[in-house]
């Protein structure tokens, strides 16, 4: 063995899990600047639908984007339990509107696996297993690039993500 080995398996990432509806998701905590309850948004006109609007957050003007329409899931009013991620980007900071906030994890690198080629999506990174429980991994490094949130803002273009087993295709 290696000690490029032994290093990849002692490597442990702590993780914050929150949900979008039913679904699990995590994000690790080193792109992650704060978590608040959600707060006022101003609207912006004419930008794409998951595209919520932007927030003074510490005196900075934030984009803020609502997750549960970034992955396509049904529309609902903010409740109790919503959140607002603040995510830290090249340029700024991002935010991102979860549904709840399970908690922080530990996670052992070995026990995340990337995700099935089937479901190519930018903003999965790896896939953590605990049991029969999934959790998505996002990939923040391409879900907050600024450049590129800016011209999907501006197109109102999104790239698809099968999250339910609602949205897989019907067998023939």
């Known amino acids: ?3 490029n080995d032994v290093n990849r398996e002692s490597a442990i990432e702590r993780i914050l899990i929150f949900g979008i509806g039913e679904l699990r998701f995590g994000v690790n905590i ?10 006022r ?9 998951f595209f919520e609007g932007l927030v003074n957050l510490r005196g900075t003007l934030s984009p803020v984007i609502n997750a549960r329409r970034l992955f396509r ?26 549904d709840w906030i399970e908690g ?6 070995l026990n995340l696996e990337k995700p099935p080629e089937v479901m190519s ?3 999965i990174q790896s896939v953590f297993k605990n049991g029969a429980q999934l959790t998505l991994i996002l990939n923040t490094r391409k879900l907050i690039n600024t ?10 273009e999104l790239p698809r993500l099968l999250v339910s087993s609602e949205q897989l295709p019907a067998e023939t």
């Open 147 to 156: 450049e590129e949130i800016q011209q999907i803002i501006q197109s109102g």
């Open 104 to 109: 922080f994890m530990n996670v052992e690198t």
């Open 121 to 123: 999506n930018p903003y």
């Open 1 to 3: 063995m290696q000690e």
């Open 41 to 49: 948004v101003t609207p912006v006109a004419r930008s794409a639908d």
């Open 73 to 98: 899931f049904p529309v609902q009013a903010s409740t109790r339990a919503s959140r607002l991620l603040a995510l830290k980007a090249e340029k700024g900071v991002i935010c991102l509107t979860v």
């Open 30 to 39: 080193l792109d992650l600047m704060m978590i608040s309850r959600c707060i």
